[in-house]
Antibody
Framework: QVQLVQSGAEVKKPGASVKVSCKASGYSLTAYVIHWVRQAPGQSLEWMGRLNADSGDTRYSQKFQGRVIIARDTSATTAYMELSSLRSEDTAIYYC??????????????WGQGTMVSVSS | DIVMTQSPLSLPVTPGEPASISCRSSQSLLHSNGHYYLDWYLQKAGQSPQLLIYLGSNRASGVPDRFSGSGSGTDFTLRISRVEADDVGIYYCMQGIQAPFTFGQGTRLDIK
């Protein structure tokens, strides 16, 4: 299983952008599809989008289309999620999670530790 | 979007007793490859979710055989044969057949 380590907590003002990183170790990032899932306080889990770290192909939830970018760095060791035009409702823990490319299914096999993003004026 | 509905939302269980959680989807989760794209996760307090069951009935690595998943079409069930104190947390089902992938509301299991 790949180990995923995320960047630290962020505090942002409404209208700003946030960029959260997700670094892979133990296995190559390119063997995984990396998903981003968020969890608002006391709420269930919400899938935002995913990146095929091998091909670079992305797919976003329509809810976040135009506001989210998921990408990887050129060395393909770290994935990123950038969310723009932040509002208070974006306050949540943001998780990256990995699905092995070479197996059937979209199960979220490995998870990062989560990054708390707080949006407040 | 596919809607995932779990029941019950709260599940108090006596240690050693069995437990069962239901998950229903608004559309079939049967993929053309013959697998059901339904997964189960457990989120313990203050932790990231962890994969328990994938493709409907396959236990993830390291998951005790007390946990089992079953179901077909739109109806799925997670069963714990004998609940232990360490099983406390919130259980989520997730469909991975159609983006956006969607989760159930969660079922909170605690010990009586």
């Amino acid at each position: 299983q790949v180990q995923l380590v995320q960047s630290g907590a962020e505090v942002k003002k409404p209208g700003a952008s946030v960029k959260v990183s997700c670094k892979a170790s133990g296995y190559s990032l390119t063997a995984y599809v990396i998903h981003w899932v968020r969890q608002a306080p006391g709420q269930s889990l919400e899938w935002m989008g995913r990146l095929n770290a091998d091909s670079g192909d992305t797919r976003y939830s329509q809810k976040f289309q135009g506001r989210v970018i998921i990408a990887r760095d050129t060395s393909a060791t770290t994935a990123y999620m950038e969310l723009s035009s932040l509002r208070s409702e974006d306050t949540a823990i943001y998780y990256c999670a990995g699905t092995p490319i070479a197996v059937p299914g979209n199960q979220l096999d490995s998870w990062g530790q989560g990054t708390m993003v707080s949006v407040s004026s | 979007d596919i809607v995932m509905t779990q029941s019950p939302l709260s599940l108090p269980v006596t240690p050693g007793e069995p437990a069962s959680i239901s998950c229903r989807s608004s559309q079939s989760l049967l993929h053309s490859n013959g697998h059901y794209y339904l997964d189960w996760y457990l989120q313990k307090a203050g932790q990231s979710p962890q994969l328990l069951i994938y493709l409907g009935s396959n236990r993830a690595s390291g998951v005790p055989d007390r946990f089992s998943g079953s179901g077909s079409g739109t109806d799925f069930t997670l069963r714990i044969s004998r609940v232990e104190a360490d099983d406390v947390g919130i259980y989520y089902c997730m469909q991975g057949i159609q983006a956006p992938f969607t989760f159930g509301q969660g079922t909170r299991l605690d010990i009586k």
